[in-house]
């Protein structure tokens, strides 16, 4: 299995609204990343987790939430959004450091493309 | 911080035409990638490069890590009209950075047939 699955593909959620959002891989990679996307920008880290834990958090909103459950599992919770945040919001994954694979290019999902109303 | 400058912006080329893009930095990287991104979708690795030098390719696809560590280029041949999309540099300099790639600004390639 090669793929990084996302869910949902598309959310539009209120202002109010708490939602999650979900990526799973089972490629064996220990490190899983976030990131936000606008419309023919490229990607912008949000959060890193290398082994299950949380390294780099790119100085984000506390109302973005990140979680990793396990070593396929990545969530991103979201509460109180702005319209701001409406983006495409990509999960990926690669190998950590310090295995001996000098495999940097991540696998990246489809994203959830989100809107905020 | 760092950042990548990465050329042309657009390409609007005839199908089996030859494409180039390239990105430079001011800073060294250790890896570059490549990667396209079609509409809908998340970006797909093309290339990627981890010794300054190296000519690497993949298909129609060749890439080159620059000397100085500083620069590459990407090269399509003989495009088709499934190669339309966004074409991403990256930079991945490790060590306590190691997870943050720094993107390029993107070449948007359009081929008509």
């Known amino acids: 299995d090669t793929e990084v699955t996302q869910t949902p593909k598309h959310l539009v959620m209120g202002m109010t609204n708490k939602k999650s959002l979900k990526c799973e891989q089972h490629?064996?990679?220990?490190?899983m990343y976030w990131y936000k996307q606008k419309a023919k920008k490229p990607p912008e880290l949000m959060f890193v987790?290398?082994?299950?834990?949380?390294?780099i958090n790119e100085s984000v909103p506390s109302r973005f939430s990140p979680e990793c459950p396990n070593s396929s599992l990545l969530n991103l919770h979201l509460h109180a959004l702005q319209p701001e945040d409406s983006a495409l919001y990509l999960c990926?994954?690669?190998?950590?450091?310090?295995?001996?694979?000098?495999?940097?290019?991540?696998?990246f999902g489809s994203g959830t493309r989100l809107t905020v109303v | 911080g760092q950042q990548l400058n990465q050329s042309p912006q657009s390409m609007f080329i005839q199908e089996g035409e030859d494409v180039s893009m390239n990105c430079t930095s001011s800073?060294?990287?250790?890896?570059w990638l490549w990667y396209k991104q079609d509409p809908g979708e998340g970006p797909v690795l093309l290339i990627a490069?981890?010794?300054?030098?190296e000519l690497t390719s993949n298909g129609r696809l060749t890439a080159q890590f620059g000397i100085t560590r500083k620069d590459s280029f990407l090269n399509i041949s003989a495009s088709i009209p499934s190669d339309v999309g966004i074409y991403f540099c990256?930079?991945?300099?490790?060590?306590?950075?190691?997870?943050?790639?720094?993107f390029g600004q993107g070449t948007i390639l359009t081929v008509h047939p």
């Open positions: 990926a994954s690669s190998h950590p450091p310090g295995t001996g694979k000098a495999n940097y290019g991540y696998t």
């Open positions: 490629m064996g990679h220990r490190a």
């Open positions: 987790y290398s082994y299950e834990k949380l390294s």
């Open positions: 800073s060294i990287f250790n890896t």
């Open positions: 490069l981890y010794k300054a030098g």
């Open positions: 990256a930079g991945h300099l490790g060590g306590t950075s190691y997870g943050k790639l720094t």
